[in-house]
């Protein structure tokens, strides 16, 4: 039997402004990985997919805390801001769970999400160009939205197989 989990998520508006509409897209994703993580413990949450995959629930919200913080305070903001998680590798957030305590890692991410609305904010246009570059080049405003949700996206696929995986629970 299928288990469904239950959504609470507020819906992106059918008619708004694209501002609005990439903002509220880009929100509902963060919602999504958010309950894909709702009510299991920090061993759960650490659980891998399959091995030799590292992917775990907890591995991509550290992930996804590590892609805010480049994409809103080093690239649209041109902060110094280093990694939370690579230490040596590029894809440390995945790596070493043991020890990681999963209250910081949502911390983490909850605190990038709140500044990287912050700057966003302080853009007026969507086409306005990034402070900081990636790969040396400035970015507007919607091509970092778009690659926020289009990162999202595909996370939050990856977390459907984890959560149904861990425990069943199923959910849009």
């Not at 288990?3 to 919602?31: G, H, K, T």
């Not at 091995?51 to 805390?65: F, N």
Request: charged share 30%; hydrophobic share 40%.
């Amino acid at each position: 039997m299928i288990r469904r989990m239950p959504d609470l998520r507020i819906d992106p508006p059918f008619v708004a402004n694209e501002r609005d509409m990439l903002c509220s897209f880009l929100d509902w994703y963060r919602q999504t990985l958010a309950v894909k993580c709702e009510g299991l413990t920090d061993e759960q949450l650490k659980e891998r997919a399959v091995p030799p995959s590292p992917l775990s629930l907890l591995g991509l919200v550290r992930h996804m805390a590590d892609v805010e913080r480049i994409w809103f305070r080093r690239v649209l903001g041109a902060e110094e801001a280093p990694p939370y998680y690579w230490g040596d590798t590029p894809d440390g957030d995945f790596h070493d769970l043991d020890s990681v305590s999963a209250q910081e890692a949502f911390a983490n991410w909850q605190a990038e999400i709140e500044h990287a609305r912050t700057v966003v904010a302080a853009f007026p246009s969507l086409d306005d160009l990034s402070a900081g570059t990636r790969h040396g080049q400035k970015v507007t405003l919607r091509w970092i939205l778009i690659h926020m949700i289009e990162e999202y996206a595909r996370h939050c696929g990856h977390a459907d197989f984890l959560r149904e995986r861990i425990d069943g629970v199923t959910g849009e």
